[in-house]
């Protein structure tokens, strides 16, 4: 059974940086770690993608430039690093992993527990 751990949430102000981690466990052949966020009141929404086995990745538009997803194989583990956080970035920012590049929350199998950051203006 896959298993995700985030941490790294917290709150910052504006301009300020944070990384997310996200640890997996059970892995069998999942091809994506994705990240979303859901802000208050608001519908999840993808983030960022990177490829398992190799280097390609994927941003939404409103982190393009800023976010940047990267890994570390030997720990099973991979990150968002944030930088020039806004308050708009505000959300429960979760990890989750599966076979399709697709930007769909509904099409992941496995998700982290969430972890919540707060961007201060």
């Known amino acids: 059974q896959v298993q995700l751990v985030e941490s790294g949430g917290g709150s910052v102000g504006a301009g300020d940086s944070l990384r997310l981690s996200c640890t997996a466990s059970?892995?069998?052949?999942?091809?994506?770690m994705s990240w979303f966020r859901q802000p208050p009141g608001k519908e999840r929404e993808f983030v960022a993608r990177?490829?398992?086995?190799?280097?390609?990745?994927f941003y939404a538009v409103a982190v393009r430039g800023r976010f940047t997803v990267s890994k570390e194989a030997a720990k099973n583990t991979g990150y968002l690093q944030m930088n020039s956080l806004k308050p708009e970035d505000t959300a429960v920012y979760y990890c989750a992993v599966g076979w399709s590049p697709t930007t769909t929350p509904g099409l992941y199998a496995s998700w982290g527990q969430g972890t919540q950051v707060t961007i201060s203006s």
């Open positions: 990177s490829n398992l086995s190799g280097g390609s990745t």
């Open positions: 059970g892995l069998t052949d999942e091809k994506y």
